[in-house]
């Protein structure tokens, strides 16, 4: 079964979120029956990098508060994190377009190492204090996963998947979501938000319930033991 996440690298609740359904689903006794895909959002298409500015700064300015207001509001964001076993260093972030990131994501997710490239750039903006809108940045967390330098830099040097992280963005407006993270079960189910993680596991447990029941029965992988055939015959 597979659930869909959409996500932004610049939000916080994001990690959050991630680290509270993958706790949901270490526990979850199909888990191995799961599919998890990452699918791009951008919270703010528009901004523009601006490196020097702090995190401060720019939400204060972008929600028309206070700079104190705005510290004290990743106060508590930094609190919630730390929960869940999650470092943030606001203090370091660099505030920067995710849009480059996304496609770095993309690019990931060709190789199977989307999950892996998701959380390295979570790990690279809130606790590194790296310029996810750099691409030299990019080109070094790309190689970190696996991926071939070359391959992620000229990636990134031409619009290649751009295309795809703008479909993401329109098929989660298309189904519904108002923000980040957005999480999609078997494209029937939708939880929003960094929910606890019994709201995960009760989402899962609902959604894989149904989905195994439209599915074929398949040859099963049996051990043998003292049983009866079905001539009649018993050993």
Not at 98 to 106: T, V
Not at 136 to 154: S, Y
């Amino acid at each position: 079964m597979k659930v869909e996440i959409w996500s932004d690298i610049m939000c916080p609740f994001c990690y959050i979120g991630k680290r509270k359904f993958e706790a949901a689903l270490e526990k979850f006794p199909e888990k191995d029956k799961i599919e998890v895909e990452w699918k791009s959002f951008q919270l703010n298409p528009d901004l523009k990098s601006m490196p020097g500015t702090d995190v401060y700064e720019y939400l204060a300015k972008h929600k028309g508060i206070s700079r104190e207001q705005s510290v004290q509001m990743h106060q508590q964001v930094t609190q919630s994190a730390s929960e869940v076993g999650l470092t943030y260093n606001f203090d370091q972030a660099v505030v920067a377009n995710s849009f480059d990131a996304h496609r770095l994501i993309q690019l990931a997710k060709v190789h199977k190492l989307g999950a892996v490239a998701e959380e390295k750039l979570f790990i690279a903006y809130f606790t590194e204090g790296k310029d996810i809108s750099d691409h030299e940045t990019l080109v070094n967390i790309g190689e970190a996963i696996g991926l071939d330098r070359k391959l992620v830099a000229d990636t990134l040097a031409s619009g290649e998947f751009a295309g795809a992280v703008n479909l993401d963005v329109r098929e989660a407006e298309q189904l519904g979501a108002r923000g980040v993270p957005f999480f999609v079960l078997d494209r029937k189910y939708g939880v929003a938000g960094a929910q606890p993680s019994e709201a995960f596991t009760q989402a899962l447990t609902q959604a894989y319930g149904e989905w195994r029941k439209t599915q074929p029965l398949t040859t099963l992988d049996i051990t043998d033991g003292a049983s009866c055939s079905v001539d009649g015959t018993c050993d």
